[in-house]
């Protein structure tokens, strides 16, 4: 029996080659006691992520950080999922729950508030994230430069939320 760390591995194998019937094949061959645990149902997020599937993302995401608030991507996903669907502020309100849940909040977490703090208006509140981010990760000074979702930041005209 192959453990569920390997129907993992390559289930997001697949995901990477954006062969996500497969992804979701392997993800069925794991052992019915394993399929809700955090571990598996953020593959499952990355899958829907893949797909487009927002509401799917915001669903599983809010029950995986339910179970296991500390792990960061989840957190990514859902408010990434609510920014796809236009719904800026609560994808906002949702990283800043995140950074009191997550010990030590990665710079995307910064990044993504930036982004959604620009499409709100409060300029200032992304500055301030986007320098945060940057003096974390100085290579996604380039990615900002050209990111939509900052377009006010650069004196351009930002996207319809």
């Known amino acids: 029996m192959i453990p569920t760390h390997k129907h993992l591995d390559y289930a997001l194998g697949y995901i990477g080659l954006n062969l996500l019937a497969e992804a979701r094949a392997e993800l069925a061959l794991i052992k019915p006691i394993d399929r809700e645990s955090p571990e598996v149902l953020g593959v499952h997020i990355e ?65 993504n508030l930036a982004c959604y703090y620009c499409l709100l208006g409060d300029l200032a509140e992304a500055r301030r994230r986007l320098k945060r981010a940057c003096a974390r990760e100085p290579e996604w000074k380039a990615e900002a430069a050209s990111d939509p979702d900052l377009a006010a930041l650069h004196g351009k005209n930002p996207p319809a939320p």
């Not at 009191?100 to 990044?111: F, K, M, Q, S, T």
């Open 47 to 111: 899958l829907a992520m893949a797909k487009n599937a927002w509401a799917r993302v915001i669903t599983l995401a809010a029950q995986v950080t339910a179970a296991a608030p500390s792990f960061e991507r989840p957190w990514i996903a859902w408010a990434f999922a609510l920014r796809e669907k236009q719904r800026i502020a609560e994808a906002r309100d949702t990283l800043l729950r995140a950074e009191r849940e997550i010990p030590e909040p990665g710079a995307l977490v910064d990044y």
